[in-house]
Every structure is written in C-alpha cells, then in structure tokens.
C-alpha cells in the first residue's frame, strides 16, 4: 500500500500564491512519476503538471510560467509552486504517484485525498 498526505491548500487572492506538497509513504521500492492533477466542479480532473525520476516536467498549457513542479527524493515528496494564481485555479487538486513496490516490484498507481484551492477575485 502507498500513502499520500498532501497539504498547503486554502483560500488566496487573485495574485497571490500557495505552495502544495504531497508525501508518499509505505512500500515504495522506487517512485518514477509524480504529479498534480485538478477537477474543477462538474468537470472531469485534469493535468496540471508531472515530473519523473530525472526530473523531466510536463505542464498545462494553462499554468505554464505560473506553476512550478519540483521533487525531493530523499523524502519521496512532489511540491506545487503555484504563483499568479487565477480565479479559474479555484479547484480541488490531487496528487498522484506512480511507483515500483518493495519486494514485489509491481507498479501502483496511487491518488492523494485531494485539497481545495480557492482563488477569490
């Protein structure tokens, strides 16, 4: 089983910033991809941006030059520099992993519980 505990949601104004994170723990042999992804209401979830294991990044269109991506591995850790934030950020955001397991080295593809992000105009 992998864990995924995201925090740094909340309430912003237009302008302002947040910085999410997202922990993964339990049996992890090796993390490849790791990623935030949002559904605004009524719409289905998105790609907001995704990095790998070396580091390679992959945005929206939407957030490109606002939005950082970034990785620390030591701690199995995936953050979200979000600045310049927009009325249309306002979302639920996820985190996702997508791992290699101990002993088994089976892959799994994991879904934190999601966090609000509400940018007010």
């Known amino acids: 089983q992998v864990q995924l505990v995201e925090s740094g949601g909340g309430l912003v104004q237009a302008g302002g910033s947040l910085r999410l994170s997202c922990a993964a723990s339990g049996s992890i042999f090796r993390i490849n991809s790791m990623g935030w992804y949002r559904q605004h209401p009524g719409k289905q979830r998105e790609l907001v941006a995704t990095i790998t294991n070396e580091g390679s990044t992959n945005y929206a269109d939407s957030v490109k030059g606002r939005f950082t991506i970034s990785r620390d591995n030591a701690k199995n850790t995936v953050y979200l520099q979000m600045s310049s934030l927009k009325p249309e950020d306002t979302a639920v955001y996820y985190c996702?992993?997508?791992?290699?397991?101990?002993?088994?080295?089976?892959?799994?593809?994991?879904w934190g519980q999601g966090t609000q992000v509400t940018v007010s105009s």
């Open positions: 996702n992993v997508d791992v290699l397991r101990r002993y088994s080295l089976s892959r799994d593809n994991s």
